[in-house]
């Protein structure tokens, strides 16, 4: 990754801290028992892990920054991290409004902040991109599954802004990994989508209520879920940063 593409995504996150996605007031606000019963668990176990601190992603993002002479770094992951938070406050926000229960903790939660406080940047980037692909598919599952307006452009607000980051994080990630040999790329890209698998089979298993009324089995989940790993973090050759940034502009866009 140049500084020139961090020049760029730092242009993107301080564009958007100005000037951040909003769901307009006035959209239909109807959340029926039914989906409230179906949504309400399963929803507060994404809004616990949309609103990490981000502390200890900022101290390592510092640290290798400092040490590789990236200045802009910092300064993008914190808008990243701020941004996450905005999501919390609104999934918060509408939970509260629908009188939905929040969580203060769930092994879900607490097992993937162990990991990613174990090393440095890109095994923290590896987890998070993974919460992230898989949270896409996840937000647009959840949207398909009510008629409350509200909660649809909350769902499309939140995926539009999760492409985002994981775009920034596909371009970050080769970077780091291409310090290290062909060989110990190819492992460390094998143990990532194992990884990324396992995490979405225990994501069906914590949210299968949801997923199945989606229209959703386990097969198909793991299948969209993997769709997503290949079209962003799968090596397509010379040039792949550029792939990945121009594919990653292309589905922002939507």
């Given at each position: ?12 996150f ?33 809004q ?5 601190d ?5 101290r ?11 200045p ?6 914190d808008l990243?991290?701020?941004e996450?938070?905005?999501h919390?406050?609104?999934?918060r926000?509408?939970?509260?409004d ?5 969580q203060r903790?769930?092994w ?7 990991i ?24 647009r599952?959840?949207?398909s599954?009510?008629n ?5 452009v ?12 994981v ?31 396992g ?6 298993s914590?949210?299968?209520?949801l997923l199945?009324?989606a ?22 050759g ?12 292309r589905?922002?866009?939507?």
């Amino acid at each position: 990754m140049t500084p020139k593409d961090l020049e760029i995504w730092l242009n993107h996150f301080e564009h958007h801290a100005l000037r951040p996605r909003r769901v307009p007031h006035g959209l239909s606000e109807v959340l029926t028992r039914e989906e409230s019963q179906l949504i309400a668990s399963s929803i507060a176990t994404f809004q616990l892990g949309e609103r990490s601190d981000g502390r200890t992603l900022l101290r390592t993002a510092e640290s290798f920054a400092r040490t590789n002479e990236m200045p802009h770094l910092v300064r993008i992951i914190d808008l990243l991290i701020r941004e996450e938070r905005r999501h919390a406050s609104l999934l918060r926000a509408f939970m509260q409004d629908h009188r939905l229960p929040l969580q203060r903790t769930h092994w879900t939660d607490r097992f993937f902040r162990r990991i990613r406080r174990l090393a440095g940047l890109e095994l923290y980037l590896s987890v998070l991109i993974s919460a992230e692909l898989i949270g896409t598919v996840y937000y647009r599952a959840l949207e398909s599954v009510t008629n409350c307006r509200r909660l649809q452009v909350l769902c499309r607000t939140l995926v539009a802004d999760e492409l985002a980051h994981v775009g920034f994080e596909s371009q970050l990630l080769p970077a780091l990994r291409a310090r290290r040999g062909a060989a110990s790329q190819a492992m460390t890209r094998s143990v990532h989508l194992m990884f990324f698998a396992g995490t979405a089979i225990v994501v069906w298993s914590t949210h299968r209520g949801l997923l199945r009324r989606a229209g959703h089995s386990a097969r198909s989940f793991l299948r969209a879920c993997l769709a997503q790993y290949t079209f962003y973090l799968k090596p397509t050759g010379v040039g792949s940063e550029r792939a990945v940034s121009s594919r990653t502009a292309r589905a922002s866009s939507h």
